[in-house]
């Protein structure tokens, strides 16, 4: 069975339910969850926006819109930019793209009001119910998340907290986890019959350690906590839902496997994000451990943020260790690494300005610039970076570098610009020796492809495809050799008569 065949969106059918440490549909198969995390929609990041000083969260985000545009304006404004920002457009979009998943992230008060007691919002539940209908008409799991929960979970911007404390987990008279949890159950009575909202992602990022300015907190005690919170809102959860799968996740930005020392339900998966790290094994190897022990799959349920070539790199040895994955964001502003980048307003520089401090714009102006976002948010007008999505699935339009070949040996090393010798990523080429060689997985999904490669050396490059030799390329020339088939294969560099040094792989 296929990388592709496993993560192919024939495979979305059905309950999703752990089995023997893989996640499996309603036929048991497996699959692995492959998608876009839709950020910044039903919870706003001022980096999202290129807002710079404190309007990093959802509550000073909307203070800034009202403060530069005025009430109405500001009422008006989040109406349009919740229907606006993510359309049927985009879901249809991830679908063609060959993603099977997606992850949602919602802020508490979308859906539940602000205020004492219990209610909940229903033109909040409104635009998850139609998202989700757009997900199972193009065949996209959801995985439904709890990014920012009453009081907040994490202590910072991402949970749209008050004060950066996370005080679902710190206080206890407060009614954050009364709330926290009759949400949690309104959401598994409305979607327990629903196959395609595939997960429920608990909480996001819990946790965080340390936390600034409370240095009296206790991260162990923060742990105890957040453990009895998972116990207590699944039993909750179960009394109305007893088929869904459980996300969950680990403390200090979900990045601690040793978390997981017990199995808080039957089906669950271990949630765990990475950003900014070497793309290599050993990164993965912590939670390969818990799963081992544990029996319990992997989902690396939030990444990205880094060069293309970086996904390149990181994403297809996910997929080999039959880890799925979350790519973060699906778009934001002026940007070179989400799939759709969202063109910056004539006047939004005005906007920025102020938002670090600068002079502020006027009301014409300040609405203007968020008049014009509005439309420069619908996927129809962004920029499509389809480069990100080949990197993501390592498919033709990526680049990829030499060293990440999956298969180490003692004629195949690395080295930095100085040719001295270098276990890191970045920066690093790959030194073939005399009789040296590594393999690459390629993925094509039905696209023909083309391999460049320009090795420096004194040395010949054999390239081969599946065992096939192809073609040979000396040291100082560039070869570009199309691959015969249009799916999986590995691509093999086998070097003789010499030494050569290769930095990247063009999959063209």
């Known amino acids: 069975m296929t990388i592709t065949e496993k993560m192919s969106r024939s495979r979305v059918c059905g309950f999703l339910r752990a089995e023997n440490g893989k996640i499996v549909n309603g036929r048991g198969e497996e699959i692995l969850l492959c998608g876009m995390g839709i950020g910044n929609w039903f919870l706003p990041e001022g980096y999202m926006w290129r807002f710079g000083g404190r309007y990093n969260s959802p509550r000073r985000i909307e203070e800034l819109v009202r403060d530069l545009c005025g009430t109405r304006f500001a009422e008006e404004f989040w109406v ?71 009081g907040g979970q994490t202590g910072s911007n991402i949970d749209d907290c008050i004060d950066d404390i996370p005080r679902l987990l710190t206080d206890t008279s407060s009614d954050s986890r009364e709330k926290t949890l009759a949400l949690w159950c309104e959401f598994a009575r409305r979607y327990k019959d629903r196959w395609i909202v595939g997960m429920y992602d608990l909480l996001n990022e819990p946790a965080r350690c340390p936390i600034d300015g409370y240095p009296k907190l206790d991260h162990d005690a923060l742990r105890v906590s957040l453990k009895q919170f998972y116990r207590d809102c699944i039993a909750e959860i179960r009394k109305i839902d007893r088929v869904h799968m459980f996300s969950i996740e680990s403390d200090v930005w979900a990045s601690r496997a040793d978390f997981f020392d017990e199995v808080f339900d039957d089906n669950m998966c271990l949630h765990f994000h990475r950003y900014w790290c070497p793309p290599r094994r050993f990164m993965y190897d912590a939670f390969l451990d818990r799963r081992e022990k544990l029996g319990i799959p992997l989902y690396l349920g939030e990444t990205g943020e880094n060069d293309p070539r970086w996904f390149a790199a990181m994403y297809p040895l996910a997929a080999e260790l039959d880890i799925g994955y979350n790519i973060w964001p699906w778009k934001k502003m002026d940007t070179d690494n989400t799939p759709c980048s969202v063109k910056k307003p004539a006047l939004w520089d005005k906007v920025i300005a102020y938002s670090g401090g600068g002079d502020r714009p006027s009301y014409a102006d300040a609405q203007a610039a968020f008049t014009e976002y509005l439309e420069n948010i619908r996927y129809e007008n962004c920029d499509h970076l389809d480069n990100v999505i080949a990197s993501i699935l390592r498919r033709p339009g990526c680049v990829l570098r030499a060293c990440d070949h999956f298969e180490k040996n003692d004629l195949v090393t690395w080295q930095d610009k100085d040719g001295n010798p270098t276990n890191e990523w970045d920066d690093t080429f790959t030194a073939f020796a005399d009789g040296g060689t590594a393999s ?38 560039t070869a570009s050799i199309p691959v015969p088939g249009t799916g999986d294969c590995t691509l093999t560099l086998s070097c003789h008569g010499g030494g050569v040094v290769v930095d990247n792989i063009i999959w063209g």
């Open 80 to 150: 349009k930019f919740r229907e606006n920002y993510i359309t049927e457009a985009d879901v249809a979009a991830m679908a063609a793209a060959g993603f099977n998943s997606v992850r949602l992230p919602v802020g508490w008060r979308v859906v539940m009001e602000d205020e004492p007691g219990i209610t909940f919002k229903e033109d909040g539940f409104a635009l998850i119910d139609r998202f989700i209908d757009w997900c199972e008409a193009y065949g996209l799991y959801v995985c439904l998340d709890l990014h920012g929960a009453p």
């Open 440 to 477: 690459y997985h390629l993925y094509a999904d039905g696209a023909r492809g083309t391999v460049s490669i320009s090795p420096v050396g004194d040395g010949v490059l054999t390239v081969s495809v599946d065992g096939t030799p192809l073609a040979e390329c000396r040291g100082g020339e």
